[in-house]
């Protein structure tokens, strides 16, 4: 029986370690990166449990901007911007009796307009977590914002205190702005420092590509989380995959506003893709989304990413489709800095995320071109990286 009882042991330990090789020779199969062009970056952060991705992707885009003009490398309060922008929305909200937009969400343009009437501060100087928390956990704060503007609304008049009430909740959750503050032995107020990165915010535009719009006009984009009523130039797909590709090899960033909730996107392997084959898409957005999955769920809900996924040949119709039907939302913002090839020469985009440094590439990950042109909402870019043809186009 001992001899028996062994030679059984000895059988589950060689099948224990066949499959635990199997399993390492599963997960080092996968996609492996050729970087052909790269903008130089300042690391990813951590927006964490807040819906604030924006304002990361598009103080993402101006700190890449400001190591481009060689002003070296910043670190931007994103928190300034969320602050400044909730009291706008709570104005709006009520001039609108409840009928905008009230919601942790916004858009690139947010950043640019929030900067110029109230400037910029560093992440030292405001790192908007006065609430207990050393993470950014948005959960109460929204909640509690919404039911303050919720409660105003319908009164037969506003007092003249509510701004105040207002001003008072922001800051006890995000801290008292400064006046001014010291930067590197410089003292500076948020609008000198503003004026002291030399960053022209009249140079940045948003583009995106629909069919419901004139091609090479403005139009107010219908999302949601458009709140300021921002203007977005219309071209073309494939217009819109060159002008990408033109800014990122003359060294400028891509602010990317995109939809990730599809198993195509799998944070997990940091690649988003767009599979020849149909499967039911994630619900909810964003970072909270995977993480309430369980162990199951999430080994159900990815494909196999080992490389050899056949992708959809996207056209302007499907894009069009996706987004009238609420397949394409806009779900998340990011940051495009640079090109690469797959071990099969296919095209991909190196993709600034905001969910912190703890992944497969240090908080970036790859989107196929396919994935760029389906699920790309609108991009944010300065427009001295658009072509001579296509600013003529565009009437710049």
Same mark, same amino acid.
């Given at each position: 029986?001992?001899?028996?009882?062994?030679?059984?042991?000895?059988?589950?330990?060689?099948?224990?370690?066949?499959?635990?090789?199997?399993?390492?020779?599963?997960?080092?199969?996968?996609?492996?990166?050729?970087?052909?062009?790269?903008?130089?970056?300042?690391?990813?952060?951590?927006?964490?449990?807040?819906?604030?991705? /924006?304002?990361?992707?598009?103080?993402?885009?101006?700190?890449?901007?400001?190591?481009?003009?060689?002003?070296? =490398?910043?670190?931007?309060?994103?928190?300034?911007?969320?602050?400044?922008? &909730?009291?706008?929305?709570?104005?709006? &909200?009520?001039?609108?009796?409840?009928?905008?937009?009230?919601?942790?969400?916004?858009?690139?343009?947010?950043?640019? =307009?929030?900067?110029?009437?109230? $400037?910029?501060?560093?992440?030292?100087? &405001?790192?908007?977590?006065?609430?207990?928390?050393?993470?950014?956990?948005?959960?109460?704060?929204?909640?509690?914002?919404?039911?303050?503007?919720?409660?105003?609304?319908?009164?037969?008049?506003?007092?003249?205190?509510?701004?105040?009430?207002?001003?008072?909740?922001?800051?006890?959750?995000?801290?008292?702005?400064?006046?001014?503050?010291?930067?590197?032995?410089?003292?500076?107020?948020?609008?000198?420092?503003?004026?002291?990165?030399?960053?022209?915010?009249?140079?940045?535009?948003?583009?995106?590509?629909?069919?419901?719009?004139?091609?090479?006009?403005?139009?107010?984009?219908?999302?949601?989380?458009?709140?300021?009523?921002?203007?977005?130039?219309?071209?073309?797909?494939?217009?819109?995959?060159?002008?990408?590709?033109?800014?990122?090899?003359?060294?400028?960033?891509?602010?990317?506003?995109?939809?990730?909730?599809?198993?195509?996107?799998? /944070?997990?392997?940091?690649?988003?893709?767009?599979?020849? =084959?149909?499967?039911?898409?994630?619900?909810?957005?964003?970072?909270?989304? /995977? =993480?309430?999955?369980?162990?199951?769920?999430?080994?159900?809900?990815?494909?196999?990413?080992? !490389?050899?996924?056949?992708?959809?040949?996207?056209?302007?119709?499907?894009?069009?489709?996706?987004?009238?039907?609420?397949?394409?939302?806009?779900?998340? $913002?990011?940051?495009?800095? !640079?090109?690469?090839?797959?071990?099969?020469?296919?095209?991909?985009?190196?993709?600034?995320?905001? /969910?912190?440094?703890?992944?497969?590439?240090? !908080?970036?990950?790859?989107?196929?071109?396919?994935?760029?042109?389906?699920?790309?909402?609108?991009?944010?870019?300065?427009?001295?990286?658009?072509?001579?043809?296509?600013?003529?186009?565009? $009437?710049?």
């Amino acid at each position: 029986m001992k001899r028996v009882f062994i030679t059984i042991i000895g059988l589950l330990f060689i099948g224990t370690t066949a499959f635990a090789q199997d399993q390492k020779k599963e997960e080092e199969k996968g996609y492996t990166f050729t970087i052909t062009k790269e903008i130089p970056s300042t690391p990813a952060k951590d927006q964490s449990r807040s819906g604030t991705c /924006w304002s990361f992707s598009g103080i993402g885009l101006l700190e890449s901007e400001l190591l481009k003009a060689g002003k070296g =490398e910043y670190d931007l309060s994103e928190m300034w911007i969320v602050r400044n922008a &909730y009291m706008e929305k709570a104005e709006k &909200y009520l001039r609108y009796h409840g009928s905008s937009n009230f919601a942790a969400g916004g858009g690139f343009h947010d950043i640019t =307009e929030m900067i110029k009437k109230y $400037g910029i501060v560093p992440e030292e100087a &405001y790192k908007g977590l006065n609430y207990g928390e050393t993470k950014h956990n948005h959960g109460e704060i929204d909640k509690v914002l919404e039911a303050f503007c919720k409660s105003l609304v319908g009164q037969k008049t506003l007092s003249t205190a509510w701004k105040t009430a207002f001003n008072a909740i922001l800051d006890a959750y995000f801290g008292k702005m400064p006046e001014n503050f010291t930067y590197k032995g410089v003292n500076y107020t948020p609008k000198s420092f503003a004026q002291s990165l030399g960053l022209n915010l009249d140079d940045y535009v948003e583009i995106g590509s629909y069919t419901h719009q004139p091609f090479y006009k403005p139009f107010i984009i219908e999302i949601p989380d458009n709140w300021m009523m921002g203007s977005i130039q219309n071209v073309p797909m494939d217009e819109m995959i060159q002008i990408i590709d033109n800014a990122i090899e003359n060294g400028y960033s891509i602010g990317w506003g995109a939809d990730v909730s599809e198993k195509g996107f799998s /944070w997990k392997n940091a690649v988003a893709i767009v599979p020849d =084959e149909d499967k039911t898409d994630l619900s909810g957005t964003e970072r909270d989304r /995977w =993480e309430k999955l369980t162990a199951a769920e999430k080994a159900k809900s990815a494909y196999s990413f080992d !490389g050899t996924a056949k992708e959809k040949t996207i056209t302007q119709e499907m894009r069009q489709e996706a987004f009238d039907n609420y397949n394409t939302t806009d779900d998340h $913002g990011m940051v495009i800095v !640079g090109i690469a090839k797959d071990q099969n020469g296919n095209k991909f985009y190196k993709i600034k995320n905001s /969910w912190g440094n703890e992944s497969k590439y240090d !908080g970036y990950f790859f989107a196929s071109e396919a994935f760029v042109k389906y699920k790309t909402i609108d991009f944010m870019i300065n427009k001295n990286a658009l072509s001579k043809e296509m600013k003529k186009k565009l $009437g710049y």
